[in-house]
Each structure stands twice: as structure tokens, then as C-alpha cells.
């Protein structure tokens, strides 16, 4: 307001800061309340969460809760074991893991090393339609073709050979965490590609180029130095699409089964963390028993697992990134 | 044109065979004509400098010493260049047999994300190396003038070092592969004055053993460091682009003190660049 502003038109020029101060302060609270509200609502599951799982310990011992082998918390004779059901999402995201870390990083490494720059262009947003899939659909592509596929009765004269070998995965029943676990794996493995693709782009050229210039081959390049300098960044794609695995309800509810069983056995049908609070949550639980206790509790492991994986990426990341300027 | 001129003076001066010769070589980008007719003959255990305004090819000729330009899909090598007598684009050609012959050292220092040790071992491992690893790695760091500076820290990672150390061990890197030549793509020109010092006598050393090439941007740089100089300049075409050429090639000092042609006058004398 000090400045000497004699020189200009009055009328042509007549700002008004104070008006312009107080727009930018209520644009200010309009954004800062958008964004207190998003931490509010995570605040607050948060919060439930705690509460109700403090309910349920108050009702059920914590070293029952980890340690006993049966969870059958709808029965009379209630048991809470929750190794049952981590075992269950254990065994269905491992197997996923198997399938999604090869396809995924083979066709990153594909995708950025060896494709074209247009082809690259084209395959990539394909690839990313693919996470794009409802879960729904996955979930009954396992139930009604893959399983139904992995039962598929072996010919004749194999079982004349060997009598066991009645279908093409002995002992695979209609339920089975196998199935589920291959296609949780096909449904992860766009987000470790995608990802792990972006990673592998991100390495500087010039660490390509001083490999080359030394008389590298391209596998020995891409083995010995591009991999290597992407590694924090395949690793925390990785740790994201295991907890995406983690969290996955659909796939597992609908082909994985509904049957509490503690072991690893995949061709049998288990129930994992996600199918178990959808069993609950459909079913005419009255809220506030105890089984209705359960869901939270069992929300709250699940929570912590993944919070757990997160923190572990995100060390990872910080400690193996490596900076090129 | 002056330059194959120039070119068999050069010739004439040294009675040994050239180690790299370059024949009439056009370089394109896809259907643009980059630099056109390069013609010079690069004789052993001489530092050669390439100087020009920005754009004039020098790096790209640069590039082609080693094959390097065939991992930019679009550029296409025409003419000839032979190394030791032997056509280096002839189909069976192995471009990564070449590179270990003739190794590079980039504009910016580009050391592995591993450690300093490993660095080295890299290039040793991928060419066969069989012999005893920490002498090869002692005896390439004491060349490139880093050993003391790192003897005690080996294991720690190459990135961790400053910009003029991180430019001395790729040096070693690329001289533990036991080329004849070595490319020196502006190896200065990320670096302190200090540091620069410190490379450029290294280049004085390293001239025994192996045929060195430096791209520069630096004149006084190519005039303390080279015995030869050949100076590059652009011209612009109708639609914008810019066609390198070489416009005279000749003892450093000839090039410096007394040029045969007007650009290069003007250009080393400090009138355009």
C-alpha cells in the first residue's frame, strides 16, 4: 500500500487487496478442510477398528487368539484362532507371488528393454486394462474355468500307467486356495509389471551406455547393472501387489472356499481373512456379539499386516534408492 | 574439400599405420544427414581432440569409433572405418568384441550403483578376465590416479564419490578391460578446475599405452592435452537442420598457431563457439 502507485491511472487501476487477501484465505480453508476431512474418515476407521477390537479382547485372551488351531467363532463352542485364517491368506498370496514375480518382471524387462519404443507405447496401457478387471470377474474365472480346468479327468492309459493320476491335479477339490492363488497372481501381476516396468525405465541410459561401452552383452547389462539399479523399485511393486493380494476378498470368497482350516495344503478348501468378514458381514450377525467383535479384529490383523509390508517397502526404498542426478 | 588434404599430410608426417581411420562417413538420424564426409586417420599412442561448436558431430563420430550409435534405432553409419586395418560395420562384426577394445568415457561420470571394487571387476568379468581380480583392480585404479584416494574404501559404493573421483573410476573401469583406444566423450566437462587437472594429466599418462580421442569443448583443454586436433563445424540447411562436417584435421599446434582455414581460425581464436 506504501508503493508509489501516483504514476498509474487511478481509475484505470484500482486493486483491491484486502478482497483478493480474503478469497485467498477462504480458498485456503475450503482445500485445507477437503484434505481434513479424507485424514478424518481414515482417522476414524482407525479408530473403530481399535475400539472394537479392544471389545473383543476384552471377551477373548490374545495368546488364545494366536495360539489356538481351530476358528470357529459362529459355533457354540467358540474357537478364535487366527493362524487359521492368515494361514489360509498366507498360502493363497504366496501362490500368487510365485505366479505374479516372473510374468510380472519378465515382461517389464520385455516391455522397457526389449520392445520398441511404440510397441511399448501400445502394450503398456494394455497391460494396465487388465488391473482394471473387476475382482467379481476373476473370482469366477477360477471357480468356473480354471478349477474346473485343473480337474480335467486324465485319458485312460495315463491312469492305466499310474492309478493315481485320476485328473490333472490329483486331490483338487471344487474349492481349493490353487486356483485362487493363480488367478490373484494373474490379477496382481499388471500392478508388479506396471510398476516394475517404471522402475526399470527409470534407470539412467548412461549406466546402459558405460555397461555397452565395456563389452556387455544385453542380458549381462540388464542382469548386472539395469536390474540391480531398479531394485528398490521392483521390490517395493512387489511388497505393494502382496498386499493387494493380502486384502483381496472376491477371488478367495468365490473360489478359495468358506471352510476354516489351519495347514498349507492348496488343493483343499481354506478361508482367509477377507472371506471370513464377508461371511459375517452377509449373514444376520447381531451386531455387537461377539461374532460381530470377531470382523473387527480380524480387520485389525489384517490392517496391521499390511501396514507392516508398507513400512517395510518404504524403508526398503529409502535405504536402497539409489540417486542419480 | 581441404580435409583429405589435411588428412594424408597427416599421413605422410607418421610413417606407422593408423590405428582408426575414418572414410568419408556420413551419419544419419532416421533421413537427416548429421554429419557428412569425415575423413581422418588416428594414429597410436597420440591424444587426438575433437573440437567445435555445439552440434558439429563430434561426439557422434565420436560414437562411431565403438559402434555406440547402434543402440540409437535410428542412426545409420555410412563409408568406412577401420580399425587396425579391419572394417568395423562389416557384418561379422561383433559390436560388443569392439567395445572392449575400444572403450569410452562419458560426458558425465556414470560409475555402476555398486561398489568401487565392483566397478572395475564388471567390465573384467564380462571379457573373461582369468586372472587374479584385486591386482587387475589395483593396477587399473593406480593408472586412472585413484588408488590412494580409495585403497581403504573398496567396498564402498562407487556413487559415494566426488564427480572428478567418480570420472577417474570409470576411467579404470574402462581401462581394466585393456583396450588399444579409449573415447573420451567431454570428460571434463562436469567437473571442477581441479578435478580437470587431474584427468588431463592423467591423459598424458595413459597416451603411452593406449590411442586416446577427447571430445572438447574446451579449447585450451584440446591445445594442452593433444598432439592432434581436428576441428568440426557445423552448417545449417534449408529446413533448420544442422549437417556437421570436418573442416580441418592437423597437428595441434598447426591448428592453433597457424590454421589453413578461415573457421578454424576464427573458432580457435575465440570468434564464434
Not at chain 2, 568440426?232 to 599446434?253: M, Q, S
Amino acid at each position: 500500500m506504501t508503493l508509489d502507485q501516483s504514476n498509474k491511472k487511478v481509475s484505470l487501476w484500482q486493486p483491491n487487496r484486502p478482497k483478493s487477501k480474503l478469497i485467498e484465505l477462504i480458498i485456503k480453508i475450503i482445500f485445507g478442510s477437503f484434505a481434513f476431512v479424507s485424514i478424518a474418515t481414515t482417522m476414524g476407521i482407525v479408530l473403530t477398528l481399535i475400539f472394537n477390537t479392544v471389545d473383543f479382547f476384552k471377551e477373548v485372551s490374545f495368546l488364545h487368539y494366536l495360539t489356538d488351531t481351530k476358528w470357529t467363532p459362529l459355533f457354540s463352542s467358540a474357537n478364535f484362532g487366527i493362524f487359521v485364517l492368515i494361514s489360509a491368506t498366507v498360502l493363497s498370496s504366496v501362490i500368487a507371488i510365485v505366479v505374479a514375480l516372473p510374468l510380472g518382471l519378465l515382461s517389464a524387462i520385455c516391455l522397457s528393454e526389449y520392445a520398441t519404443e511404440r510397441t511399448r507405447k501400445i502394450l503398456k496401457p494394455i497391460l494396465e486394462i487388465l488391473a482394471g478387471v473387476p475382482t467379481v470377474v476373476y473370482g469366477y474365472f477360477a471357480l468356473l474355468f480354471l478349477t474346473p480346468l485343473l480337474r480335467l479327468p486324465m485319458p485312460e492309459w495315463v491312469q492305466n500307467i499310474i492309478p493315481a493320476w485320476d485328473q490333472f491335479i490329483p486331490g483338487l477339490q471344487g474349492f481349493n486356495s490353487l486356483s485362487a492363488g493363480i488367478v490373484l497372481g494373474i490379477m496382481i501381476m499388471p500392478l508388479v509389471a506396471s510398476l516394475s516396468e517404471d522402475a526399470i525405465y527409470a534407470v539412467p541410459q548412461s549406466l546402459r551406455d558405460g555397461a555397452y561401452a565395456l563389452g556387455a552383452t544385453k542380458r549381462e547389462v540388464i542382469i548386472s547393472v539395469v536390474l540391480p539399479a531398479a531394485l528398490s523399485g521392483i521390490v517395493s511393486s512387489l511388497i505393494l501387489a502382496i498386499s493387494r493380494a493380502i486384502g483381496e476378498t472376491m477371488i478367495v470368497a468365490l473360489a478359495a472356499g468358506q471352510n476354516p482350516r489351519l495347514g498349507l495344503n492348496p488343493f483343499v478348501p481354506v478361508m482367509t481373512m477377507t472371506a471370513f468378514i464377508v461371511q459375517v458381514s452377509l449373514g444376520d450377525t447381531p451386531a455387537g456379539s461377539i461374532a460381530y467383535k470377531t470382523i473387527y479384529a480380524v480387520g485389525m490383523t489384517l490392517f496391521l499386516i499390511t501396514l507392516v509390508l508398507n513400512i517395510f517397502s518404504f524403508w526398503f526404498v529409502r535405504r536402497f534408492r539409489e540417486k542419480y542426478d | 574439400m581441404v580435409t583429405h588434404k589435411t588428412t594424408e599430410q597427416a599421413s605422410l608426417t607418421d610413417t606407422e599405420k593408423p590405428v582408426l581411420r575414418a572414410k568419408r562417413v556420413d551419419v544419419y538420424y532416421g533421413n537427416n544427414l548429421a554429419v557428412r564426409e569425415v575423413s581422418l586417420d588416428i594414429f597410436q599412442h597420440k591424444v587426438i581432440a575433437f573440437i567445435g561448436p555445439s552440434g558439429c558431430g563430434k561426439s557422434t563420430i565420436l560414437r562411431c569409433f565403438n559402434r555406440m550409435n547402434d543402440l540409437v534405432p535410428s542412426a545409420k553409419v555410412k563409408g568406412e572405418i577401420t580399425f587396425k586395418g579391419k572394417d568395423i560395420y562389416a557384418p561379422k562384426v561383433d559390436p560388443v568384441e569392439l567395445r572392449s577394445q575400444i572403450g569410452m568415457v562419458f560426458q558425465k561420470p556414470n560409475p555402476f550403483p555398486k561398489s568401487i571394487y565392483e566397478n572395475i571387476a564388471f567390465g573384467a568379468r564380462i571379457n573373461g578376465y582369468k586372472g587374479d581380480m584385486d591386482q587387475l583392480i589395483e593396477e587399473s585404479l593406480k593408472k586412472a590416479a585413484l588408488w590412494d584416494e580409495v585403497k581403504d574404501k573398496l567396498k564402498q559404493s562407487g556413487l559415494a564419490l566426488s564427480g572428478g573421483q567418480q570420472q577417474r573410476l570409470c576411467i579404470a573401469r574402462a581401462i581394466a578391460v585393456a583396450p588399444e583406444v579409449i573415447l573420451m566423450d567431454e570428460p571434463c566437462s562436469a567437473l571442477d578446475p581441479i578435478s580437470t587437472l587431474k584427468i588431463e594429466e592423467l591423459i598424458q599418462e595413459l597416451k603411452l599405452q593406449y590411442t586416446i580421442i577427447i571430445v572438447t569443448h574446451n579449447m585450451q583443454q584440446a591445445s594442452r592435452v593433444s598432439d592432434y586436433t581436428a576441428f568440426y563445424n557445423a552448417e545449417a540447411t534449408d529446413d533448420g537442420d544442422k549437417i556437421g562436417y570436418l573442416v580441418e584435421y592437423d597437428d595441434t599446434e598447426t591448428i592453433f598457431q597457424s590454421p589453413q582455414q578461415q573457421a578454424t581460425q576464427e573458432y580457435v581464436s575465440g570468434r564464434f563457439g
